[in-house]
């Protein structure tokens, strides 16, 4: 799936709003109002700036949100001199800086808005998103990717005894297509004829290394390599790199935040449950340059040794 | 005994996806993914709340029977979209994951 061709030219398309953060698009130069401030101040703000969303904050946290929507309102209603404490919307949808771009773009068919504001990690207000800025940093990137596109055209070689290798590329927090890869993965194998036990321990190793992809890495690609008596996975990413390798192959030792761990994700059972499948295990990281796991699953049924 | 004829007998509502004529011996509870990956018997019933997609693609790879919802989750339409696909019957309950995994043990008379 990363092997660009020119026959996956839409998938170019799909990888690129996986790939790119809502940071990458979000307009940072934010113009914002305070709730003591009047509607009719915040009337001029969106006319001088030629915006149609003001977000209201306390300091860098974001306490609502008026729109134009609320000043047509306001106007009609003839509260447009109140401040905008009482008239701001308070539910507010937001999205986080990290998160895959592809996401905005499902918020924007779902909800309906004109903007979402944008939080960082703290959960401070860090920039505000449009679907115009979506559209704008979506083209410039492709006319990015157009130009590599080109040089990515060379054939690809032959492995030896290789039955069946495909490779993956996985992004940070596309949940929208986690257990694509390993279910990929299980389903060919499967029709390869590998014998069940030893499938659900391909299936789980490749599961927990897509999952680790996703929820910590900064993307990165899952290689599966299918021979006669055994199959390797590899799981290869760009960073962040694991700080302490003891730890992190300790059960129950995880760094997911809570957002993770309400989705039922970082358990701290990840690597560990790939240890365990696996007949060879091999890890090695470095902080600020990325993480291989390696893991070789052999075919007893086959004639592959244990 | 048959996944369906338990699912009456304790009052399971189904919610989509999959066979339910299978013989269910065991389950698993669990509300993490990788604890679920890493232990539940291949063929037992997950008994859990996390009620998303991923719960689904879980299920599928460590080759799990069915998914009970517990304390009235509900299930989102990409996840029964996933069950559908993947053939996985997702069940919804009442019930807390304790009271809904004792009365599943108690019912297969598990020691």
Same mark, same amino acid.
């Not at chain 1, 007949?279 to 796991?293: M, N, P, R, W, Y």
């Given at each position: 799936m990363?092997?660009?061709?020119?026959?996956?030219?839409?998938?170019?398309?799909?990888?690129l709003?996986?790939?790119?953060?809502?940071?990458?698009?979000?307009?940072? &130069?934010?113009?914002?109002?305070?709730?003591?401030?009047?509607?009719?101040?915040?009337?001029?703000?969106?006319?001088?700036?030629?915006?149609?969303?003001?977000?209201?904050v306390?300091?860098?946290?974001?306490?609502?949100?008026?729109?134009?929507?609320?000043?047509?309102q306001?106007?009609?209603?003839?509260?447009?001199?109140?401040?905008?404490?009482?008239?701001m919307?308070?539910?507010?949808?937001?999205?986080?800086?990290?998160m895959?771009?592809?996401l905005?773009?499902?918020?924007?068919?779902?909800?309906?808005?004109?903007?979402?504001?944008? #939080?960082?990690?703290d959960?401070?207000l860090?920039?505000i998103?449009?679907?115009?800025?979506?559209?704008?940093?979506?083209?410039? +990137?492709?006319?990015?990717?157009?130009?590599?596109?080109?040089?990515?055209?060379?054939?690809?070689?032959?492995?030896?005894?290789?039955?069946?290798?495909?490779?993956?590329?996985?992004?940070?927090?596309?949940?929208?297509?986690?257990?694509?890869?390993?279910?990929?993965?299980?389903?060919? #194998?499967?029709?390869?004829?590998?014998d069940?036990?030893?499938?659900?321990?391909?299936?789980?190793?490749?599961?927990?290394?897509?999952?680790?992809?996703?929820?910590h890495?900064?993307?990165g690609?899952?290689?599966?390599?299918?021979?006669?008596? &055994?199959?390797?996975?590899?799981?290869?990413?760009?960073?962040?790199?694991?700080?302490?390798?003891?730890?992190a192959?300790?059960e129950?030792?995880?760094?997911?935040?809570?957002?993770?761990?309400?989705?039922?994700?970082?358990?701290?059972?990840?690597?560990?449950?790939?240890?365990?499948?696996?007949?060879?295990?091999?890890? +090695?990281?470095?902080?600020?340059?990325g993480?291989?796991?390696?893991?070789?699953?052999?075919h007893?049924?086959?004639?592959?040794?244990? | 005994?048959?996944?369906?004829?338990?699912?009456?007998?304790?009052?399971?509502?189904?919610?989509?996806?999959?066979?339910?004529?299978?013989?269910?011996?065991?389950?698993?509870?669990?509300?993490?993914?990788?604890?679920?990956?890493?232990?539940?018997?291949?063929?037992?019933?997950f008994?859990?709340?996390?009620?998303?997609?991923?719960?689904?693609?879980?299920?599928?790879l460590?080759?799990?029977?069915?998914?009970v919802?517990?304390?009235?989750?509900?299930?989102p339409?990409?996840?029964?979209?996933?069950?559908k696909?993947?053939?996985i019957?997702?069940?919804?309950?009442?019930?807390?994951?304790?009271?809904?995994?004792?009365?599943?043990?108690?019912?297969?008379?598990?020691?």
């Amino acid at each position: 799936m990363t092997n660009f061709s020119l026959d996956s030219s839409p998938s170019v398309v799909l990888e690129l709003t996986l790939r790119l953060k809502i940071r990458d698009v979000m307009t940072t &130069q934010l113009i914002t109002a305070e709730k003591k401030d009047s509607l009719r101040h915040i009337q001029q703000l969106m006319k001088v700036n030629r915006i149609t969303g003001v977000p209201i904050v306390e300091g860098k946290r974001l306490v609502g949100l008026i729109s134009v929507d609320d000043i047509i309102q306001a106007l009609d209603g003839g509260f447009i001199e109140e401040a905008c404490e009482g008239r701001m919307s308070r539910q507010l949808i937001v999205l986080e800086d990290d998160m895959p771009l592809s996401l905005g773009i499902s918020y924007f068919e779902k909800y309906h808005f004109g903007r979402f504001p944008v #939080l960082n990690k703290d959960s401070e207000l860090v920039g505000i998103v449009s679907s115009r800025d979506i559209l704008t940093g979506l083209l410039v +990137e492709m006319n990015k990717e157009m130009e590599q596109l080109e040089e990515k055209l060379s054939p690809q070689k032959e492995v030896g005894t290789t039955i069946y290798s495909r490779e993956f590329s996985l992004h940070k927090f596309d949940f929208e297509h986690a257990g694509t890869a390993s279910g990929t993965i299980k389903m060919e #194998l499967k029709e390869k004829g590998l014998d069940p036990k030893t499938l659900r321990r391909v299936a789980v190793a490749s599961y927990e290394m897509e999952m680790n992809l996703i929820v910590h890495s900064l993307g990165g690609t899952l290689k599966v390599t299918h021979m006669p008596r &055994q199959t390797v996975l590899e799981a290869r990413d760009v960073g962040p790199g694991i700080e302490d390798l003891e730890k992190a192959l300790t059960e129950g030792w995880s760094t997911a935040n809570d957002w993770i761990r309400s989705l039922g994700f970082g358990a701290g059972m990840g690597l560990p449950n790939i240890k365990r499948v696996s007949d060879d295990f091999h890890i +090695e990281s470095e902080v600020g340059k990325g993480t291989l796991v390696r893991s070789v699953i052999r075919h007893p049924e086959l004639g592959g040794e244990v | 005994m048959k996944l369906s004829e338990i699912a009456e007998k304790l009052g399971w509502k189904k919610l989509g996806g999959g066979d339910s004529a299978l013989d269910i011996g065991q389950g698993f509870t669990s509300d993490l993914l990788s604890d679920v990956m890493g232990n539940a018997p291949a063929d037992s019933v997950f008994i859990t709340i996390q009620a998303h997609k991923n719960t689904v693609a879980v299920a599928s790879l460590a080759g799990l029977a069915a998914i009970v919802l517990c304390s009235n989750r509900l299930a989102p339409p990409d996840m029964l979209e996933a069950a559908k696909q993947e053939d996985i019957p997702v069940y919804q309950t009442a019930e807390n994951q304790f009271w809904a995994s004792y009365h599943l043990g108690r019912l297969l008379d598990l020691p």
